[in-house]
């Protein structure tokens, strides 16, 4: 028989539950989910459902290299627009020495050893293509989550969208501004942290372009978890496009 105590304390952790349950699905939309999550919770979020990436990120081909150098020859736009993982975070390719006139091989991992898993272990990030130059990152500024204009082209870096003559990347919002040469590392304005990339592989024989992982999460107004122990987050309360391609203005 259930005395008087055991009854209360019942009664209260009942009372809890019907209380704080209300709250356990904005919670959980606040804190957003884990990439590798979202398989089991709608396959509709990702641009591919293999696992074949690093790090359990998808493989997923965003173009081939001929489209893209025919895309910068008969329209001189260097970036070529693609969603990952994520149907709604937007990316785009960029060729460095395209617009930089120079050899960009290799760029410093600015997250290396920040991040568990395979992609933290990544000391410096390789260029694809032909000439090692082709490089991806996101469109999504991790200051506050405005969209990059990375497909304006302007002569100055004081100008928002894309400097092509020194690869900065200005945000219209507030400011902040990329140097996408260095791994999008921050050298103006108040972004937290360098603009995540996306790690590409390139096939040799047929010259399709995939992406494969990020360096980093992209932005998120979420709380990390911490288990697993990397915080790749989707945000669900965000949600962005991806221009169609070629979409390159001028600007300035």
Same mark, same amino acid.
């Given at each position: 028989?259930? +005395?008087?105590?055991?009854?209360?304390?019942?009664?209260?952790?009942?009372?809890?539950?019907?209380? #704080?349950?209300?709250?356990?699905?904005?919670?959980?939309?606040?804190?957003?989910?884990?990439?590798?999550?979202?398989?089991?919770?709608?396959?509709?979020?990702?641009?591919?459902?293999?696992?074949?990436?690093?790090?359990?990120?998808?493989?997923?081909?965003? %173009?081939?290299?001929?489209?893209?150098?025919?895309?910068?020859?008969?329209?001189?736009?260097?970036?070529?627009?693609?969603?990952? *993982?994520? %149907?709604?975070?937007?990316?785009?390719?960029?060729?460095? $020495?395209?617009?930089?006139?120079?050899?960009?091989? $290799? #760029? $410093?991992?600015?997250?290396?050893?920040?991040?568990?898993?395979?992609?933290?272990?990544? /000391?410096?990030?390789?260029?694809?293509?032909?000439?090692?130059? #082709?490089?991806?990152?996101?469109?999504?500024?991790?200051?506050?989550?405005?969209?990059?204009?990375?497909?304006?082209?302007?002569?100055?870096?004081?100008?928002?969208? !894309?400097?092509?003559?020194?690869?900065?990347?200005?945000?219209?919002?507030?400011?902040?501004?990329?140097? !996408?040469?260095?791994?999008? =590392?921050?050298?103006?304005?108040?972004?937290?942290? *360098?603009?995540?990339?996306? =790690?590409? $592989?390139?096939?040799?024989?047929?010259? &399709? =372009?995939?992406?494969?992982?990020?360096?980093?999460?992209?932005?998120?107004?979420?709380? *990390?978890?911490?288990?697993?122990? &990397?915080?790749?987050?989707?945000?669900?309360?965000?949600?962005?496009?991806?221009? +169609?391609?070629?979409?390159?203005? /001028?600007?300035?």
């Amino acid at each position: 028989m259930m +005395n008087r105590r055991t009854f209360l304390r019942l009664y209260l952790v009942v009372g809890a539950a019907v209380a #704080i349950a209300p709250l356990i699905k904005p919670l959980a939309d606040y804190v957003g989910y884990f990439y590798n999550e979202l398989g089991s919770i709608s396959k509709q979020y990702l641009v591919a459902n293999n696992t074949d990436g690093i790090g359990g990120f998808p493989k997923y081909k965003i %173009t081939n290299i001929s489209t893209f150098q025919q895309q910068v020859k008969n329209s001189s736009c260097p970036v070529f627009f693609f969603a990952y *993982p994520l %149907t709604n975070e937007p990316c785009f390719l960029i060729d460095l $020495e395209a617009i930089l006139g120079e050899p960009v091989p $290799e #760029i $410093e991992n600015p997250y290396y050893g920040q991040y568990a898993g395979p992609l933290g272990q990544m /000391k410096t990030i390789q260029g694809v293509g032909p000439n090692n130059s #082709i490089y991806a990152f996101s469109d999504v500024c991790v200051h506050l989550g405005c969209q990059l204009p990375a497909q304006v082209l302007v002569t100055s870096s004081n100008d928002p969208g !894309l400097d092509i003559e020194n690869s900065i990347l200005h945000c219209p919002c507030h400011g902040s501004m990329y140097l !996408l040469k260095s791994g999008g =590392i921050v050298v103006g304005g108040p972004a937290p942290r *360098p603009l995540p990339m996306v =790690i590409l $592989e390139y096939d040799e024989n047929t010259g &399709d =372009i995939y992406a494969v992982g990020t360096n980093a999460p992209y932005f998120s107004a979420s709380i *990390p978890r911490v288990n697993p122990s &990397d915080n790749l987050l989707y945000d669900p309360r965000y949600s962005y496009s991806t221009p +169609n391609n070629p979409s390159c203005s /001028k600007g300035g």
